[in-house]
């Protein structure tokens, strides 16, 4: 799909279906209640592993009330770090994977 077409879905998306939409216009993480759909906000947060952060959500509606955790975690590579860290061992995405096969097949 083209890329200016695709944004405009996004956007006709965010206006029919308010507050399940997952991204915010400033680009922020939007995050929706799972119950009540209504927006949530992270609370606060917490830095577990380099890969891992943890925060607690609080739904905004005041009818619902639901609180609960929710989990970021860094799951893959799609472009290496120009400054890696030995430490951090991510899977590669599966098209990094197949583009760097075939480097090597051309070599
Ligand atoms: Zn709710």
Not at 13 to 25: D, I, L, T, V
Not at 33 to 56: D, M, N
Not at 91 to 107: A, E, G, K, N, T
Request: charged share 25%.
């Amino acid at each position: 799909m083209p890329i200016r077409s695709s944004v405009a879905s996004v956007n006709r998306a965010s206006q029919h279906n308010r507050g399940g939409s997952f991204m915010e216009r400033r680009n922020n993480m939007r995050l929706s209640c799972p119950h009540c759909g209504e927006f949530a906000r992270i609370r606060k947060s917490q830095q577990l592993t380099p890969v891992y952060r943890e925060a607690t959500v609080e739904c905004q509606n005041p009818d619902c009330g639901w609180r609960g955790k929710m989990a970021l975690e860094m799951t893959q590579t799609l472009t290496f770090s120009q400054q890696p860290n030995p430490e951090i061992r991510l899977p590669m995405s599966p098209r990094l994977r197949d583009s760097i096969r075939d480097q090597l097949m051309v070599q």
